[in-house]
């Protein structure tokens, strides 16, 4: 599939934020594991998390459809596992790493596998800390790196994690945490990647009724015996893939309106607000809505984007086109995503006319003028879509492969088109 964009604006549009990609796989995981049916209300329908429904399945979870959302049939943290069984996840990164220590409840050996890409992206360092809590996990081909297998339990106790690379690895073992033998106790190494989506979890956790006592993002610990409660839950809107909308009112100028987002998440791509108001657009926020407007030049800012990793690539769009350049720093983790993302922002921008440098962990927008051409985002979903809200702003600009996005917003390209851009 291609799409290619014409340039549009000023813009006057409305959308809805889909569903949290982050809060449906640890709702999911939680509802499998509570005692008793759980309903998710509004869950996100997309590539990953069916792929995490679908290995939750497998390890003994019941999932059914039911009108707006899954039935889910918890198995009381006792997982029915077959001998040999082998889940491949695709290119879920968010699967490979919960499930990981979900896999360690099953009493039989589990074999994680995933894509050419998902062989590439680092789990080292959960494997270790999972072999501190009773786990046997061994790796199939190259050290640190899936496919894994994975077998042994969950006894407890005290381990270390460095979470530099993805806060993932914390939130796999707080997950399943609770029905480990012994009390779980986590000591972070080092400074989080991402730590927001930390948080997330510990949301998603006290409302299924566990509680989490934390020292900031350094150490958590998790009561052995206190167990997930089947409850109605429902999924809020999801703040990184409302930041192509809200980049589409400073890129193309107007006025725009999403929907469904909860003004009080702690999301921390909800931070992508701020940053568009540093560089010049207008934010007013209300009970379920938010709309963003800009009509005036942009400008470049400095930004620590350690907190809100889904939307750097959004917001370098955005200072693609502001006066003044624009660093953002704190992201060295993105090259560990679908794509090396920093080195491929740099590289497909270019591929415009523009001008953006990464070193260490961080990338330097300078602006400078653009041009059309053809976007390869590589498989990445992210990169298609902030590709595709530049292409908006320029004119064309054909992204390949634009099907992608289906891994995290499959309503993208149907929510553009009904407002008339694509």
Known sequence: MEVTLRRAGPVDCTFTAPPSKSFTHRALVAASLAEGTSTLVDPLESDDTAV??????????????????????GTGGVLTCAGGTVIDVGDSGTSMRLLASIALLCGKPVVLTGSARMKERPIGPLVHALRALGGTVTYRESEGFPPIVVSG?????????????????VSSIL???????EDVSISVLWKVASPSYIDIT????????????????RHFTVPAGRRYRAKRYAIEGDYSSASYFF????????????????????????????????????????ADCVEVSCEGDLRGIEADMSSSPDTVQTLCM????????????????LRFKESDRLRETARLLSVLGGDAHVAGDEILINPCPLHGGTIDPGND??????FAVLGLAMGNVKIQHAEC??????????????QGLV
């Open 175 to 181: 997950l399943a945490s609770p029905y480990a033998k």
């Open 153 to 169: 339990g969950l006894a407890g106790g005290e381990t270390t994690i460095d979470a530099q690379v993805s806060s993932q690895f």
């Open 52 to 73: 995490t429904r679908r290995s939750l399945s497998s390890l003994g979870a019941v999932i059914g459809r039911t009108k707006g959302g899954y039935v889910v049939r």
């Open 247 to 286: 980049a589409l009112a400073a890129l193309c100028r107007g006025r725009v309106r999403v929907k469904n987002l909860n003004p009080d998440s702690c999301q921390g791509d909800r931070a992508f607000l701020g940053y568009l108001r540093e560089m010049g657009c207008g934010v007013r926020t209300g």
């Open 381 to 386: 979903h992210r990169t298609a879509m902030s």
């Open 202 to 217: 510990l949301a998603v956790m006290d409302e299924f009724g566990v509680p989490v006592t934390r020292e900031g993002y």
């Open 318 to 333: 955005v200072a693609a086109r502001a006066e003044g350049p624009t660093r953002i720093t704190g992201v060295g983790h």
């Open 405 to 418: 996005v289906s891994k995290s917003f499959p309503g993208f390209w149907e929510q553009l088109a009904c």
